[in-house]
């Protein structure tokens, strides 16, 4: 006999402690943004990682370089060190760059740390090998391939540029260099100039977000391969839960950090990801797996309504 | 490292004779790479000694078994279990993890890879047989071999990068083509490739980053004037000698880790450790001779620089990033103190990273777990520069000017230094117009500055 009484306050103990958990993510993530905000501003700040303050200033200064390259001259001119400080303030205010940045620089984190633990292929893990020795799947796969080489190389030498970063971030961008040209009427022809030219040089198709997302329809959107990190690698794996959760994948990236391990688990239930594979991938990224046990309780459709209720 | 307790990730079984008779990967895999067969005699050392204890206990145990697997050494945690229904025992793998044998990122031929990244001018994807399947550089002088490489992926890449002075059928053994001479079509600079492969414990590498690379800087290539005449050597170790003797002892490491590795058929314990000593010395002697190779060019009459405007905030923080990592595993803590604007110096940037890489990965090495490794950067007129400090033992009046000396360790050994990495680091320093000193007491850590010339022109 079910004791259903037993049940449903099982039930709600298991929603109570993963919507604490969840509440408690939301308060880390928002206070990540706030010290990400002030660490680009403040390179000395102490809130944050050393190596996630360095790299997300790395890579607003490069930045920064790039679009004073495009206003005041060309590639390799030197620029004065109060003018590239200027840029890296104005970045800094985009929230779109800031959250890309955090998110990018969470993922390379991430996937170096499964390179070194569990010998995880950053460019080519095994699901993309698989996919590139199918003559149907090949072009799309070496595609994301190709991109994931760039992005790669990108962080491992700290020096992020325009063409970088995914078409939509482009955009944003784009809409602070014309705001920063609008000062003087010289800076404002020349912004639009930069602009247009970062728009034509931009070969979406090349976009990695896209690629990753063309290699994910072709494989077949609800395949559970593309779920488990060890197979189908960090980006693969995290554009697969952003589109079966109806997530940002720039929302995803950040739930991989430790203090989010629960808006992890709960958004792999809420992609339909059997209880002991969710706990596989907690293992997998190092987290301790307890929230795993409450979610054998929690509908995948109930996990989605938690996650819609965050947001 | 990777844990993964609470989980079974593998269930294997034993008969009455400690044969294995079935095994999930990746103890299959194990079994396979340490020289043993499935079914088969146990063929993991400690696995086999405690499935005996088992058995003839008849109490079940849980441990740690540590095994060699190629160049990765396995830590897992295994149950055994007597009373299986043919006398044997069934075995639970509860954990499982990996990681490289001799890992040290301080080490030379490292620290060589390291700048190498940054330097390629062209990057490749390879598959497991060599096989390109993805080129990328930003190199104009490049672009037609990249779109080659592209157009014909599935192709090996010594098809479009022919290495010099090899006539062996390709695709050989990665270890033998790593660091290669190679033939760029239309180029006239030097060229060589290295290859850095990608390995799941008890698997073959499943692929490969190739990186192109040129000692010669692209815009002296550029111009019309004809090429300086070389200035003469002052001996022969770089030059002549390193291409020569890197490919042998690469046979020899690679020979020595199948002999280790047991890939090459069963063995006894004691002759596989002979194997890996030989194994160790190999890599080492490589070591050294990287180091002999930077010693010759540094020592060499007319030796120059290409110096250029670099921030060293920048140069800084990648050498902070790189060796991030190691540091971490010993608890140490990096604390890159980064100025509100960039220090512009005139020097070379692989230059300045390769010292800051010694002197970083000096102080890894030395300093005690839990302390912190201090990086600053100062700019006064005449002179700009980076301070790596530590909290290690620090250094006596007399051993601060023999640190600096070629050969010189201090007394240490067995550590894998050559003793020429400070040498070394100084005399590029001088190279590039600038100074390597350092301020230390015994009992109060050591703190190295790099100084170089501003540059004044930015």
Known sequence: MIDTASHAANLNDAEAVLL?????????????????????????????????????????????????????????????PAEVDVVIRVLSECPALLEHLRADVIEWQLTQRLHDTLALDPVAPPLLQQLVAQPDHRAAATAFLTAQMYWCRAHARMNMTLGNLPYAVQNQVCGVIQALGASEPDLADRANIVCADVRSASDPAADRERCSAKVLELLGLDAPAALRVQEAGVALFLTALARRTM??????????????????????????????????????????????????????QQASDMLADMT | MTSLVGTILAHASTDGQDRLTAADEPLAGLQTACGGELPGAIAIPELRDLVRAVRQSGLALTKAVNAQDGADAVVAWMNVEPGAPDGGCTIRVRSWQTSPVLADDSSAAARRRVIDRGMAELQAYLDGGQRVLAAITDSTELANLCAAMNAGAGTLWTDFLPPENVHHHQPLHWRLLDDTRVSVPGSARSWRVALLPQMQPGHDASGFELLLLSDDPPQLFSQAAPPNPLPPRANLIGGDLAPVLRQPIARIVANAETIRTRLAGPLPDAYADYAGEIASAGKLLLDLLEDMSDLEVVEAEGFTTHPDSIDLAEVAQQAAGILGVRAREKAIAIDLDMPEHPVLARAEFRRVLQILLNLIGNAIRYAPASSRIGITLRSSGDRVGVVVSDQGPGLSADDQHRIFEKFERLGRSGDGG?????????????????????????????????????????
Do not use: C, K
């Not at chain 1, 206070?31 to 660490?39: I, V, Y």
């Open chain 1, 247 to 300: 997530q940002s994948r720039t929302a995803v990236a950040g739930w991989t950090d430790e203090a989010q391990a629960a808006r992890l688990a709960v958004s792999l239930r809420a992609a339909g990801t059997d209880p002991g594979d969710i706990r596989q991938q907690l293992l997998a990224l190092h987290f301790d797996d307890a929230l795993a046990e409450g979610l054998a309780q929690i509908a995948p």
């Open chain 1, 20 to 80: 604490d958990a969840l509440a408690n993510a939301e308060r880390a993530s928002g206070a990540a943004r706030s010290f990400l905000a002030q660490a680009a501003r403040s390179p000395a700040s102490d809130d944050v990682s050393e190596e996630t303050r360095v790299r997300t200033y790395a890579a607003l200064a490069s930045l920064a370089v790039a679009v004073l390259d495009g206003l005041v001259g060309a590639a390799g001119a030197r620029h004065q």
């Open chain 2, 418 to 458: 050559s003793g020429l990495g400070l040498y070394i680091s100084r005399r590029l320093a001088e190279a590039m117009g600038g100074a390597l000193t350092v301020e230390s007491a015994p009992g109060e850590g050591a703190a190295f500055l790099l100084a170089l010339p501003p540059d004044t022109d930015a």
